[in-house]
């Protein structure tokens, strides 16, 4: 049933109505000329002249009934649907690219929403702030961002009259039994006023309060995730009252988090809450760490919810006030440390900044940032090219139906109605494009995620305002679409049309805007061919700045301390499973190290050098503790002195000793002792004036990436291992023969050693060095999809645009031919058009590239946004593609014989 015929009185009633009012008319007007005289055939056709014919009237009829535009809609919308089914092959490769594109973007904007725009789900989130240190605090830090110590943030606590409450947190990893395994998890350490300052109300039981953070110790409680409580305890409502082991020490559950609360850190959530007072029950920081209430220690982010009625502007200048106050106080405590005047004026010149921390804190969403902004204009720049070649191809399309619409346009439809025609013909690929782009953004999001290495419990869907872009995107498409045919509609002349040079009347404008067009995908093209290059180089130059043969080589870690060991047993163990590993088969050298290298983290101490002068360090240095084999087993080189020996080796049993020999990097050499020679002198861990600098350097080793392999000429220190907490690490195993041999055996060796421990993180160091660059690989991968996918729409254009002109110039390359012009003239008449465009697509590109270098020149390494290899390799590249498109179909016009293209015309 047509949708006309549901409007009050009914469609087909009123035609019927309209075409027996018309005929009566008719009638009448005819019956008055045969009176006059005139025979029945002439009255008729004379009545039927001055009507002017009864379609037409009904046409205008129609144009004043209410509800018409609707009929008139859904009418263009069969006849192009109709059209569209009849030519596939075109409906095929327009809604293909516009999907990719439409897609890409649609992905790409559902990840950089959930992932960096949006607000935490409390209460007034724009009304959080964070309150951050700005200058030499004189603290020792655990953990990352802006830190400060647990008694400052009970002061800050104080400031009623500034803030609306004050809270603070700090992420650790602990392990947690529930009666079974254990397991590490994810958990968050907060002070008794989190909850209620963030407005969070519980699923069951209770939340952590101010009761819990009384004193140290005195409040061992915990609050369960409600992710963690449903998918791993089945979400049983007894679990209140449940007694659990977080690192071997017994807790009590009160509680469980609501559902849509993962905390402030949305890329991390926790699996569960813990009160900041059971801190040091725990070995989240660090195994035996009891510092919790040091003034001098920074461990956790602090945040504020600004008072009803303040601003931030407002609040930062009183606070400032308090705050260089309260840095005089403390500089007239008795526990203040001894430092120099400089290092004094530093720590009083320090203030407090206040920071909107509605999106929370996450350092993941640091580093995804900018390669989300990076990989979003690349997406749509791929549909702003997939745009330009539906365009191209409703052109030609519209090109080879210039007989049509000069057929319509004699028959009266106006060249609005003829746009109105097109524009729903571009409306529907675009919403078939659309509709498909909806479809394949959730592979291409999930295939984005498969690089985050350190987000695997992200999970990312296309919500309402996901598909409310990709439904903006599609009309975008739509338009950007419809704007070519439809202009081209405007130039279209109805006496050239009707010509017997049609063909070619309607070539002109519509052949200069398709080269317009493909101009601009060749342009489009060349920017993310430069920007895919660049990726590509930078990975490669990442790889090749690891600083060893990472080839064969295993690392795996262990934490005997997790399972309940005192240090002496942890210590034991570790020794135990080094020596039967060093003995297993296939294993030419292994070594410990107290951390875990390129895996984002790492440790510092200021540190004073002894050399012609006493020099204190300008920042605090890196350290690492290795045992002696270590830079053998790296592939390192000890370029001057020695490696670390029995010399240097502690007894098992023994009591830990002060570090006394030490082995320095190159880049640690050339910033203190100018390239000189290092070994001999002498260094001390701290850089107040009281430390003695007696820990000899014994050796220089090459540099290596040891936090990110973007870590160039950073000065390292190393210290030996079993000098002091050498109670669990990590494992580097140079090896020969496969990986699943090898990693069956290390098990072995492992469970012959303890049959409890847990071997963690057992991997080719290989696969590590792709997890500290998965940003980079993941810019590098798709950017280099979306030029190919770029490159290949380029080429169809490019392809379809040589074959539309060789069809419109055929009498002309016929006539040269036939005067004596060669078929190699010919071809070059033909690729003299593609090298223009080619030639004007790079003149557009390259400043292009220029003015873009901003946005990607942070993600870059060792090479330039302007490398010219990088700029000149695309181009190169791009043009051959171009050119070797338009070779076939100057072949085929090259190869036409002249006499048949001239009886064609």
């Known amino acids: 049933m047509r949708l006309t015929n549901l409007l009050p009185g009914g469609r087909r009633r009123r035609e019927r109505d309209l075409e027996r009012e018309l005929r009566y008319h008719l009638e009448r007007r005819a019956d008055e000329l045969r009176a006059d005289g005139l025979t029945e055939a002439e009255a008729r056709r004379q009545a039927t002249i001055e009507f002017g014919g009864i379609a037409q009237a009904q046409e205008e009829v129609r144009a004043v009934w209410k509800g018409q535009w609707i009929d008139t809609i859904a009418r263009d919308v069969r006849y192009a649907a109709r059209g569209l089914a009849r030519r596939r092959g075109f409906t095929v490769a327009a809604v293909v690219s516009l999907a990719l594109g439409i897609g890409a ?38 953990g990352g961002g802006h830190l400060m110590s647990y008694p400052l943030c009970r002061e800050l606590q104080a400031q009623a009259t500034l803030f609306d409450g004050v809270f603070c947190r700090s992420p650790g990893t602990v392990n947690l039994s529930t009666g079974g395994e254990r397991e590490p998890v994810r958990g968050e350490f907060v002070s008794g006023s989190y909850f209620s300052v963030l407005g969070v109300t519980p699923q069951i039981g209770r939340l952590i309060d101010r009761s819990d953070d009384t004193e140290l110790g005195a409040s061992p409680v915990v609050v369960l995730s409600h992710g963690y409580w449903k998918n791993q305890l089945g979400g049983t409502p007894n679990v209140i009252g449940r007694k659990v082991l977080i690192d071997h020490y ?16 949305p890329l991390a959530p926790p699996a569960l809450w813990i009160p900041a007072t059971m801190v040091e029950q725990t070995s989240a920081l660090e195994r035996g760490w009891n510092r919790a209430l040091d003034r001098r220690t920074a461990w956790l982010h602090v945040f504020a919810r600004l008072a009803p009625n303040a601003r931030l502007a407002e609040v930062k200048p009183p606070l400032q006030v308090w705050f260089r106050r309260m840095l005089e106080e403390d500089t007239r405590q008795a526990d203040f440390p001894q430092v120099t005047a400089e290092r004094r004026e530093a720590f009083l010149a320090s203030s407090i900044d206040v920071m909107p921390a509605g999106r929370g804190v996450s350092n993941l969403r640091l580093l995804l940032n900018q390669p989300l902004r990076v990989l979003m204009g690349g997406t749509l720049v791929l549909l702003l090219l997939a745009s330009l070649n539906v365009g191209g191809l409703l052109l030609a399309r519209g090109a080879a139906r210039s007989g049509e619409l000069a057929t319509r346009m004699a028959m009266g439809a106006s060249r609005r109605q003829l746009a109105g025609q097109l524009l729903v013909e571009s409306t529907l690929l675009t919403a078939a494009g659309g509709a498909l782009g909806v479809l394949v953004a959730p592979v291409l999001s999930t295939t984005v995620l498969s690089y985050l290495t350190y987000a695997d419990d992200i999970g990312v869907s296309l919500d309402a305002r996901a598909l409310l872009f990709a439904l903006l995107t599609t009309g975008i498409a739509a338009a950007l679409c419809g704007l070519a045919p439809m202009f081209q509609m405007r130039r279209v002349s109805l006496q050239a049309l009707l010509k017997q040079q049609s063909r070619s009347a309607t070539a002109g404008g519509g052949l200069t805007l398709r080269k317009a067009l493909v101009v601009a995908q060749m342009a489009l093209t060349l920017v993310l061919l430069v920007s895919g290059g660049l990726f590509v180089q930078t990975l490669a130059r990442l790889h090749a700045n690891v600083g060893f043969d990472a080839g064969n080589l295993v690392v795996f870690s262990l934490a005997p301390p997790s399972l309940g060991y005192s240090e002496q047993r942890s210590e034991q163990t570790m020794r135990n499973v080094l020596r039967r590993v060093t003995e297993m088969p296939g294993v030419s050298s292994a070594a410990v190290a107290n951390t875990l290298m390129l895996s984002g983290g790492w440790s510092t101490r200021p540190l004073t050098i002894q050399s012609d002068a006493r020099v204190v360090s300008e920042r605090p240095v890196p350290f690492m503790r290795v045992t002696p084999g270590f830079f053998s087993a790296l592939g390192a080189r000890v370029k001057t002195g020695r490696d670390f020996d029995s010399r240097d080796v502690r007894a098992a049993g023994t009591e830990p000793r002060p570090w006394r020999t030490a082995i320095v990097n190159e880049s640690f050499a050339r910033r203190y002792f100018g390239g000189r020679n290092p070994v001999g002198y002498r260094i001390g861990v701290g850089d107040q004036p009281d430390v003695v600098a007696n820990i000899e350097i014994i050796g220089m080793v090459s540099d290596f990436s ?6 160039t000429e950073i000065e390292q ?62 810019l590098a991968t798709l950017a280099s999809g979306f030029a190919v996918i770029a490159l290949v729409l380029s080429v169809v254009g490019v392809y379809g645009l040589m074959s539309f002109i060789v069809t419109q110039r055929r009498r002309e390359i016929g006539l040269r031919l036939a005067l004596g012009s060669t078929r190699a003239g010919a071809v070059r008449l033909i690729l003299w058009d593609a090298v223009l465009m080619v030639a004007i697509g790079v003149a557009i590109a390259l400043p292009s590239v220029w003015a873009l270098r901003r946005l990607v020149e942070t993600q870059l390494f060792g090479v330039s946004a302007l490398d010219v290899p990088t700029l000149v390799g695309p181009a190169v590249a791009l043009a051959l593609v171009a050119l070797l498109a338009a070779l076939g179909p100057a072949l085929r016009a090259a190869l036409a014989n002249p006499t048949e293209a001239l009886r064609l015309e």
Request: hydrophobic share 45%; net charge neutral.
């Open 706 to 711: 040891r936090r990110s392999l973007r870590d």
């Open 717 to 778: 220190v190393f210290f030996p291992y079993w000098d002091r907490d050498a109670d669990d690490g990590a494992f580097y195993v140079r090896v020969r023969g496969t990986t699943e041999s090898t990693f069956a055996a290390i098990r072995a060796a492992v469970r012959e050693v303890d049959a409890e421990l847990t071997v963690g993180s057992l991997r080719m160091y290989r696969e590590q060095i792709d997890r500290a660059a998965w940003t980079e690989r993941a």
């Open 105 to 142: 973007t649609t992905a790409i904007f559902s990840l950089t929403d959930q992932l960096i725009l949006r607000r935490l789900p409390v209460a007034q989130p724009d009304r959080l702030v964070q309150l951050a240190w700005m200058g030499n605090s004189l603290s020792a830090s655990w």
């Open 250 to 265: 017994p807790m009590t559950v009160i509680g469980v988090a609501p559902a849509t609360f993962v905390g402030v850190d």
